[in-house]
């Protein structure tokens, strides 16, 4: 039996602050093999990002702490690791490409000089030479048009974009063997954000990298993902390969987000309602305010289990999919009317011609 890369179970992650605990993941578990991109999507505020960063520990401690779960790399639990370790773990087996590029820029070196430092903290023999002509194919790669000269430039010289994408090819001069990238694409354009994606797709390829991918964007999952986790305030909702999440979603959150991708619902809607406190979430499951489809028992005790959603890879915390229970509450009489019932804000047809 092989181990996961990266496995995380029960991950809580928690901010103690004047207002009181802030539950930002609060009890997640995933997993990533060596090759596989995982995508982790949620509404902004979700807790996407502290799970990112409580990998290799990076959540200001305090006022973070995690105070419950394992985070196993490679077999080894990163959680019990000391200060030396994680930092040779950071940029070295685990690069991280973080949802705001500034401050992972030195200003006062050159991005030459920052890249080349990434490559041969990870390849020791290196010569300065061949580390030079590295970062210079690196930046081409990241699409830097005239790499050749620009490599001698500082950061601030670059664009917001320009520098995100140095930030990509820093994280992967040292050919991780996860790459943990926070929504990596969002301030790109399409065309650069296409070709961001498939140069991650030649390196996973290349180097059988593990990728967490992080992202509100649907069109990014449907491009890149092996499989998908659903966070919804510091909880997964539903996990599983991603042709099951997109061709049957099950959880009535994962159905009202995939309403929103343009081409699927009969109009682009926003989810109706905001995510709940997260220093006193409500009872139950997290969406069960926000949920066209909640009863009783959704209001009461813990966020249910994962249920598993018929026999693949697949599945879900909500009520209706327990045994026993009538998944066609949520699914639809035939099971198959995908995304079609889930109107979480509340159904109106206007301006619908999708269908
Ligand atoms: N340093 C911090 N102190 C207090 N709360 C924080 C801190 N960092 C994040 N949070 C809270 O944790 C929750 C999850 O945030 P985050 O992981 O950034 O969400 P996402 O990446 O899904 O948008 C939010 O409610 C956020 O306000
Ligand atoms: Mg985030």
Redesign the pocket.
């Known amino acids: 039996m092989t181990e996961p890369l990266l496995s995380i179970r029960n991950l809580k992650t928690h901010?103690h602050?004047d207002e009181g605990t802030?539950r930002?993941?609060d009890g997640v578990s995933l997993d990533v093999d060596r090759g596989e991109t995982v995508c982790v999507v949620?509404?902004?505020?979700?807790?996407?990002?502290?799970?990112?960063?409580s990998i290799t520990r990076l959540?200001?401690e305090p006022?973070?702490e995690i105070v419950d779960g394992t985070v196993r790399f490679d077999g080894e639990d990163v959680t019990a690791m000391s200060e030396k370790q994680l930092e040779a773990l950071r940029g070295g087996r685990i690069g991280h490409i973080f949802?705001n590029p500034q401050g992972a820029l030195n200003p006062v070196y050159t991005v030459g000089w920052q890249i080349r430092e990434a490559i041969q903290l990870h390849d020791k023999k290196a010569k300065d030479k061949e580390a030079r002509e590295r970062a210079i194919d690196l930046l081409d790669r990241v699409g830097i048009p005239d790499a050749t000269s620009r490599i001698d430039d500082y950061p601030h010289e670059f664009s917001g974009g320009m520098k995100q994408r140095i930030v990509i090819a820093m994280a992967l001069a040292s050919n991780p063997d996860l790459l943990i990238a926070?929504e990596p694409t969002t301030a790109l354009d399409v065309t650069i954000q296409m070709q961001i994606l498939r140069l991650l797709n030649q390196v996973q390829e290349e180097f059988n990298t593990g990728i967490v991918m992080?992202t509100h964007d649907l069109g990014v999952v449907a491009e890149v993902a092996d499989r998908v986790v659903v966070?919804y305030a510091?909880k997964v909702m539903e996990e599983g390969d991603v042709y099951e999440i997109f061709e049957n979603p099950s959880h009535p959150y994962t159905r009202a987000l995939l309403e929103c991708l343009p081409g699927r619902g009969e109009k682009m809607s926003a989810i109706g309602g905001s995510?709940p406190s997260?220093t006193s979430p409500p009872d139950g499951c997290r969406f069960h305010p926000r949920c066209p489809y909640a009863v009783g028992d959704c209001e009461i005790g813990e966020q249910p289990p994962m249920y598993a959603v018929d026999d693949g890879d697949h599945a879900v915390s909500c009520v209706h999919f327990e045994p026993g229970a009538d998944p066609s509450v949520v699914l639809g009489e035939d099971g198959s009317d995908a995304v079609g019932g889930a109107r979480a804000d509340g159904g109106d047809e206007t301006g619908g011609d999708a269908r």
């Open positions: 901010f602050t802030v930002a993941v949620g509404e902004s505020g979700s807790g996407k990002t502290v799970t990112a960063e959540i200001p006022p973070g949802q926070d992080i966070m510091g995510l997260t």
